[in-house]
Each structure stands twice: as C-alpha cells, then as structure tokens.
C-alpha cells in the first residue's frame, strides 16, 4: 500500500491510477527548458559558471516566495517538511545545476541538452521501485531508442568531462523527480520556492569556494538571459513538473523531456550557428517516433475501472 498525503488529492492520483501530462503544459515547459541552454550559453559570455547557476536559483527561488506571499499561500511547517525540502534543494538544485551549467561550458549546447535530458531511461527502475509503476517492454524499448536517436543528433558536438557533468545533472535531475512525489500535502509554489532558496545558498557556497567572489558583467545581454532562466525556464517550468510529478505515471511524464533537447538543438542551430551532424533527420524521426509509441502504451486501467464500477454498484456498497 502506499502511503497518503494530508490533503489526499496528490496521493490519490499516485497511489490510485496516474493521468496523463497535460500536452500543452508539457509542451511549453520542454520548450522553454531547451531555451534555458541557449541563454545559459549567452550568460557564461559575462559571469562565472558557479555564480550564474546560483544566481539563476536565488532570483527564481525569490520570486516564487514573493508570489507565495501576495496569495497568502500556506508556509511550510514541520521537521520533515523542512528536511524533505533541503534535500531535495541540494539535489535538484545544487548538484543538478552545477554540473548542467559545467555540461554547457564543456559541449555544444545540443549535446549537453541531449545528455542532461536521460531522465526518461533513469527513472524506469527507481519509478518501479518506490512507486509501483509497472514497466512494459513496448515502453522501455521505445525511450531506448528515442535516446538512441537524440545521441544520433548531437554525440557529434564532443564529449569528455562535460559529458560526464551533463549526465550527472540528468542523475541529479531524476532524483529530484523522484523526491518531489513526496511533495503532497505542502504547497507546491512556498516548496518550490524554498528548494531554489537553499539549493542556491549551497551553489553560493561552492562558487565561493571554487571561484571566490563573483565578477559578473552586468550587459543586457546577461540580465535577460537571467531573467529568463530565472522566471520562466525555471520559476515558472518547476512548479508546473511538479505539479505534473504528482498527478503523472513517472515515465509517460519524464518521455516528455525527449523534446527538450530537440527545441535546444533547433535553437542553438539557429542561433548559435551548430550544425548538428548528417544523421539529424534519422535521429529527430527516431525520437518522434519513440514518443509517439511511449505516449500511447496501452493500459490496464480500463480493467480496474469496470472492476470499480461493479464494486460501486454493489448493494452493500451504500452500508460500508
């Protein structure tokens, strides 16, 4: 059995039958997530790597406290909140954007997007694991070759340590998914806000280890980037995953991120000038394709519906 939220609402749609990520949520955030290595780019032109992510954290982190705040939303309250909140700032924040703002500065912009986003392979075991979610082979066969086909696109651009970083974010980044299941029952913008305020204070930390006080020019160029990595590629996309986390089976949400490194690849091609390789064409089909056939598994939730209405139309069902 699993276990229950305080409101009910979030665990019913974990423990009873996951929905679907909303399309066009699901859209809008991969697209501005594969915006976010285009304007992490530009932003490394004008500040240390270690400051730009902390930055990116405490304005986006601030921003949603101050939203929380003008709504009156419900502050956060308890021991395990607050431990459940730091952990899951230090991971999702602290490790996963140190190393993906490291992955950017060591690859091309399409192949840190590409290996940044290998959550949909990652958290097949640990979904099945903590939560249940049974895995069909027709699923996993198609997020392997829907990765198959991203590594197809962009593996061209390099590799080396910044490889290695991007993939520690996309480890860093499942873990995050992972934890933030454990959400219910708090409000998910004063959470989302607190995670990003002590994720930053610990990228504050390590920047000021490893790189000492910031020099950052303050160039238009790198105050929108900031802004929009701040407010919409982070502020805005986080609370909307984990709203879609709580409600969503782990793997049809996380195959969503495929298109994240495509938007990022067009975007660098367009703006940035990097040409991906020859095989571009075979490697976005195959990725389309495996979308397609993950997003549209079948199900057993039919069978459990009509077994549910049966029960309900019980005669003794009323007298329980």
């Known amino acids: 059995?699993?276990?229950?939220?305080?409101?009910?609402?979030?665990a019913t749609a974990v423990a009873g039958e996951p929905r679907r990520p909303k399309p066009l949520?699901?859209?809008?955030?991969?697209?501005a997530w594969g915006a976010c290595f285009l304007a992490i780019e530009w932003g490394l032109r004008d500040a240390p790597l270690l400051w730009y992510a902390a930055l990116r954290a405490l304005v986006a982190?601030?921003?949603?406290?101050?939203?929380?705040?003008?709504?009156?939303?419900?502050?956060?309250?308890?021991?395990?909140?607050w431990a459940l909140i730091t952990v899951l700032g230090l991971v999702n924040v602290t490790v996963a954007f140190a190393a993906m703002f490291g992955g950017v500065a060591g690859l091309a912009t399409g192949t840190a997007a590409v290996l940044a986003n290998a959550q949909p392979l990652l958290i097949l075991l640990p979904a099945w694991w903590l939560y249940g979610e049974r895995l069909s082979v027709?699923?996993?066969a198609a997020l392997a070759?829907?990765?198959?086909?991203?590594?197809?696109?962009?593996v061209p651009g390099g590799g080396g340590s910044g490889a290695a970083l991007s993939l520690l974010a996309a480890v860093a980044v499942t873990g995050g998914t992972l934890l933030s299941r454990r959400l219910g029952g708090l409000d998910v913008v004063v959470a989302t806000a607190w995670h990003l305020l002590i994720g930053g204070a610990g990228l504050v930390v390590l920047a000021a280890a490893v790189e000492g006080a910031p020099v950052i020019s303050w160039t238009p160029r790198f105050v929108l980037s900031l802004a929009f990595l701040a407010l919409v590629g982070t502020a805005a996309t986080t609370v909307a995953w984990f709203v879609e986390a709580r409600r969503s089976r782990l793997d049809t949400l996380t195959t969503w991120t495929f298109l994240t490194p495509v938007f990022g690849i067009g975007l660098a091609a367009v703006v940035l000038g990097e040409r991906p390789a020859g095989w571009t064409a075979v490697g976005l089909t195959a990725v389309l394709v495996a979308m397609w056939i993950a997003l549209r598994a079948p199900r057993r939730a039919p069978a459990r519906v009509t077994e549910d209405a049966v029960e309900s139309d019980s005669p003794t069902e009323g007298a329980r």
């Open 1 to 10: 059995m699993r276990a229950t939220t305080a409101t009910g609402s979030p």
């Open 25 to 31: 949520r699901m859209l809008w955030i991969t697209a």
């Open 61 to 81: 982190g601030a921003a949603l406290l101050a939203f929380a705040g003008f709504q009156h939303r419900p502050a956060l309250r308890g021991g395990r909140a």
């Open 138 to 140: 027709r699923t996993v």
């Open 145 to 154: 070759v829907g990765f198959a086909g991203l590594v197809l696109v962009a």
